[in-house]
């Protein structure tokens, strides 16, 4: 059983930046692909960023390249996500979660992931 814990979020101005982290708790021997969803107001979850643990293989959905990098830490079992030049947009509920699917075939259908988080608080102020 695997479980997540998201910290890092917070408020911003449009242009600033966050760091996000992910703990991974539990046994994540099984664990091929860890995503970064995010969830706006009244909107559906959206997978942001997929990164396959060990090669390092990364992933990016179009509203984000450029200005997100997802990264992970093998020793530390950690997920990271550096957001640059946030902009209003971005605002959102961010979860990570854990797939036994690579990525590729996971893709961002939520129903392929467990261990969810409770999410952090990203604000993104214009």
């Known amino acids: 059983q695997v479980q997540m814990m998201e910290s890092g979020g917070g408020s911003v101005q449009a242009g600033g930046s966050l760091r996000l982290s992910c703990a991974a708790l539990?046994?994540?021997?099984?664990?091929?692909?860890i995503t970064w969803f995010r969830q706006a107001q009244g909107q559906e979850r959206e997978g942001v960023a997929a990164i396959n643990p060990g090669p390092d293989t990364t992933f990016y959905a179009d509203s984000v390249k450029g200005r997100f990098t997802i990264s992970h830490d093998d020793a530390k079992n950690t997920l990271y996500l550096q957001m640059n030049d946030l902009k209003p947009e971005d605002t959102a509920m961010y979860y990570c979660?854990?797939?036994?699917?690579?990525?590729?075939?996971?893709?961002?259908?939520?129903?392929?992931?467990?261990?969810w988080g409770q999410g952090t608080q990203v604000t993104v102020s214009s």
């Open positions: 539990g046994d994540t021997s099984r664990t091929r692909c």
């Open positions: 979660a854990a797939s036994d699917l690579y990525c590729l075939v996971a893709k961002s259908r939520t129903a392929h992931f467990y261990g």
